[in-house]
């Protein structure tokens, strides 16, 4: 995993979003730093839905920031429609802000409870200073709608009137009020009930078709990214693992820690096959201390002495599919079925179409 | 000291007069008093568990079961009203008071929670608090109680398990601290585990080891355990009988299989048909339960689920349901009109007729329709919650006062929606105007 290299990404003209070879440190105790993202590379076409999956701890939150410049990132560049961000002063960079937004995990504390739910939606358009109060309150009036809230109740309450669901789709309400082209969604469903899951993926699938979004979906949860996304990209550890499609990433999953986060997911189905544990046991190194060659290393049930010498490239192993990985599971150098003690039969059986 | 010693004497001399039953419990109400009126969350609930079997407790956030395995284990603050009955091999732990039932946590009862890092007390050991429960218990001796700590650490699959012994709860990651939890709960081997939401706050590849080392645990041990879990996915793999609550009652009860295979409670249909599931081409459409759980403080006179429920009729609104027999051995639900019959068939197409949102919601998935189901809920004081601070909160339409020119906005809006149908109940109940379409699956 280990993942550098950018083969995997498109040319700089078809893509809204790209990010090349970006590293995000920060200082830690003892004069060290930690590495939380390094050596990344990703790119996102208009109109696309970037799913970014990964364990806690791998980083997807620090690179959704870094594109933010929230930090701005230690290395590497974020070209956002044509301009390198990081090279912005402070009042281009704002300029711009506007047309790439981000929602986050929690509701309720992306909401001020002091304020009225009209007057939060509203506050992008103000500090603009775009239409007049008319136009601004038909705009929020009409964003309130998209997400399905009522504008006549909703706009006079405040957060506290509303539930988890509510909140998140006032705080998406608020970062479409301004017509961003890209939106990054921050573990939006996360702390959420399933049923309010449902709600606020199919509203984000709406709002994509009739606001033209492009979108970065970050998520632990693989089945969510899978519903949500054009293009799937897996990460461990502040790398890339494997980038592909999600039918194809989920169908054959090349890289060992893909299709060992795909076993790992519990199918509300009795009677579905009971799966093997796939991953040695043990849990995400440090990022103080990353493993030698590919990070993956330690946890792989496949790993050779070459992953400890040598950090894989990504490289393309099928259409659209890339892996970072020195022995993948698919494409010409995949091993022989037999020698793999029933380890990617088992994931095709897990993940194959619905028999029922 | 010595008291405490007796009780533990008495218990283990009990006759294992009940067989195989383990623990039963009886129309279980557990109110809390508050300053804004008596909170029912948990309503009613009666269930038994046999020993070495797995229950699984499912629903939302608030539906109540994590206050009912407190309330089991009498783990409650003092603003608490319970009725009802809990036995535990045959004795009413709900009449013990708590000195006794000092005696039956850890022992024969114990539990896992969510949250390894507020279980675990940070500044102590993690030896210390592996060996305590055996030292107050047992009154083992220290290296008597190390050793079985070691082994402890061991089978729950803990590396260098004498060098953890000696560490602090910060210095283990998540997964490994939710292991010292269980450790911690298995040390007086207990006959019943809790677990209330034992792998939520960890990473799916830790979530798969932990469910995997439970399950072994309890193998090797023949030990009960309630599986509480707001995920269908959990339950599905891990237990041997699954409870779905909602809004503080048990709404749908069955083994397993024959719950996912045959499920008849709308609530959970539509719960199981709200999961994106792996098996499903990307950008399927997801079905949506409309509004939220109703106020415990004051819940709706009919079925609890009726407001949000896309079948449901008169009779629902104003007659609660009681638990149904089905077919099937052991299944109860509570519902008037039960998924896959043709009565429901026919609730859910007079629904779409008179354009009820709930249902049409439910048939669409399109949530600009929230906003109306919405406003029905509140109307009707259904979901008065965070509405009770309003004074217009009734202003709002009634659920047969959706207004016309609304609705037509709205279908502007759906086209491309349809009603994705993921599990097998729901496609037979679909009406026939319903287009079901599932783009792209090879």
Known sequence: MAGSGTAHLRPADEVLLRIEHLDVEFPAAGGRRVSAVSDLSLDVAPGETLGLVGESGCGKSTTARAVMQLPPPTRGSVIF????????????LRMLRPQFQIVFQDPISSLNPRRRVGDIVAAPLKVWNRGTE????????????????DPATARDKRPHEFSG????????????????????????????DVSVQAQILNLLEDLKDRYGLTLVFITHDLAVVKNVSDRVAVMYLG?????????????????PYTAALIESIPEPDPAAPARAAALKAG????????PSGCRFRTRCPRAQDRCAAEEPEVRAVGDGQFVACHFPLVGPEAPPRAADDGHES???VATGPATG | MIGRRKQVTAVADAPPAHGRRLLEVEDLATHFVTPRGLVRAVDGVSFSLERGKTLGLVGESGCGKSVLSRSIMGLLPSNVERHGSVEFEGQRLDQLGPAELRSFWGTQIAMVFQDPMTSLNPVMRIGRQITEPLRFHFDMDRGQAEKIALSLLESVNIPEPARRLRQYPHELSGGMRQRVVIAIALACGPKLLFADEPTTALDVTVQAQILELLRTQQRERDMAMVL???DLGVVAGHTDEVAVMYAGQIVEQAPTRTLFSSMRMPYTAALLQSIPRLTNASHTRLNVIAGRPPDLLDPPPGCRFAPRCPYAQDRCREEQPPLIEADEPGHLYRCWYPVGTDEAREALERNLAAHVPQAELAVSGDMTRAAEVEAALEGAGAAAGPAAYESD????????????????ASADESDGSSGDTAGGTEASSGPDGAEVEIGGSD
Not at chain 1, 81 to 92: F, K, P
Not at chain 1, 239 to 255: I, M, R, S
């Open chain 1, 81 to 92: 429609d044509g301009q390198n961000l990081t090279a912005l002063d402070g009042e281009r």
């Open chain 1, 134 to 149: 008319a136009e601004r309150r038909a705009r929020v009036d009409e964003v309130l709608e998209a997400v399905g809230l």
């Open chain 1, 165 to 192: 669901g509510q909140c998140q789709r006032i705080c998406i309400a608020r970062t479409l009020v301004l017509d961003p082209k890209l939106v990054i969604c921050d573990e939006p469903v996360s702390a959420l």
């Open chain 1, 239 to 255: 790398k890339v693992c494997e980038v592909a499609p999600p039918d194809q990433l989920y169908g054959q999953p090349a890289h």
């Open chain 1, 283 to 290: 849990d995400l190194p440090s990022p103080l201390d990353p």
């Open chain 1, 346 to 348: 088992s994931v095709a």
């Open chain 2, 228 to 230: 509480v879990t707001h």
């Open chain 2, 393 to 408: 909160g009734s202003a709002a339409d009634g659920p047969d006062g959706t207004p016309a020119d609304q609705a037509d």
